[in-house]
């Protein structure tokens, strides 16, 4: 039976050891820079001008909403905008779904030369185009629109997300082995992992402006303005888009639920994550998000740990902010939940190791 306890390893979530002594607000992109500076300038270098004269193609392997995307953006932005590719499986196939018909030739003519597997191609088309009337899963399909993808690109890193939507173990170590050797540079595997309790309470906390469709977080990403509704007695944010108008921001429907809805969905990710680590002969790099509350300031620093904002009305009237150190539990075990930036640091110390930089 598959459990989806979280563990890690405290080496790797270890960042006391790359340096201790200043401290960062790393909310601030100019601190952040001066922080991988402080933390990891010189392999930072090093892996910069590796970049520039070799590749290799990294699997990332996560549960919706564990933060693939910060995590990319934040590693462009400190290894350069044009440092890698980052392919997104569900934006290839919406692309294919919403262009197929407009560029057909080139699909199809790419297609007749590369595609391979037990449907017909027709009938694989079909599949993909519209997904809701048919039970087909055509991954051959979707790894064919991947090597498209990755046949379009001038031979740079890539970081590869998401899989082909398939409840088969088989044709999930299928897609792997036809995809990995795929170029002749190495492939690697980037697994984050993550409480559940953090996926739900990001879920739970998520508020949405009406308005312009910005995306905060309630304790964990308000925005500048916090204000107190006296008849719900309860606190919210307003948007600060300077281009929108400081509209109520609320809940999306559904997100009261927390996990609960995604959890099938979460579990077939983490089934993915472990199926991937018995391919052999892929190196992997394991990303934690969480640290046990016991032992974490022997691991990370305070000003690396997520801090939950919490909001108070003073005699006058007004709301006041405070912040604590996030605290989650998981199965009766007590975590802090790190930020981005230290995470990123697992990352990057690992592709060192990996690469023998
Ligand atoms: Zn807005």
């Known amino acids: 039976m598959y459990t989806v306890a979280y563990s890690y390893d405290p080496k790797i979530v270890n960042t006391r050891r790359l340096g201790t002594g200043r401290e960062f607000n790393l909310s601030k992109r100019s601190n952040r820079y001066e922080y991988f500076r402080f933390k990891a300038g010189k392999l930072i270098e090093k892996l910069k ?23 990319l ?43 391979r597997g037990y449907v017909p191609l027709q009938k694989a ?56 050797n795929y170029r002749e540079d190495p492939d690697l595997f980037v697994l984050i992992h993550v409480p559940l309790a953090v996926i739900d309470a990001r879920i739970r906390g998520r508020r949405i402006c009406p308005k312009c469709g910005a995306s905060r977080h309630i304790s964990l990403l308000p925005t500048e303005y916090v ?16 281009e929108c ?10 997100d009261d639920l927390g996990i609960k809805a995604l959890l099938p969905r979460i579990k077939r990710d983490l089934k993915l994550q472990n199926l991937a680590l018995k391919l052999h002969g892929v190196p992997h790099i394991n990303l934690y998000n969480a640290v046990k509350v016991s032992e974490a300031l022997n691991l990370v620093e305070e000003y690396e740990i997520t801090p939950e904002y919490r909001y108070e009305i003073t005699s006058r009237g007004e709301v006041k902010v405070s912040t ?11 975590y802090y939940s790190l930020l981005a930036p230290p995470v990123l640091l697992q990352l ?9 930089l």
């Open 227 to 242: 204000a107190y509704d006296k008849k719900h007695k309860e606190f919210y944010l307003m948007c600060d888009n300077p």
């Open 49 to 71: 001008q590796f970049l520039e004269s070799h590749t290799f193609i990294a699997y990332l392997l996560a549960p919706k909403l564990a933060g693939k995307g910060t995590y």
């Open 348 to 356: 990057l110390v690992q592709l060192g190791e990996i690469f023998e």
């Open 73 to 115: 953006s934040l590693l462009k932005e400190v290894l350069g905008q044009d440092a890698f590719h980052h392919i997104s499986v569900g934006d290839l196939v919406r692309e294919f779904q919403n262009s197929y018909l407009k560029r057909q030739k080139e699909y199809d003519t790419y297609f007749d030369k590369h595609y």
């Open 245 to 254: 108008d400081r509209e109520k921001m609320v809940p999306k429907q559904g």
């Open 324 to 334: 604590t150190p996030w605290i989650i539990e998981e199965s009766g075990e007590k």
């Open 125 to 180: 088309i079909e599949a993909l185009l519209h997904p809701d009337v048919t039970s087909l899963k055509p991954t051959e399909l979707i790894l064919t629109l991947i090597k498209k993808k990755i046949d379009s690109l001038p031979r740079r890193t890539i970081f590869l997300d998401g899989f082909p939507r398939s409840e088969d173990q088989i044709s999930y170590s299928l897609y792997f082995r036809d995809l990995i």
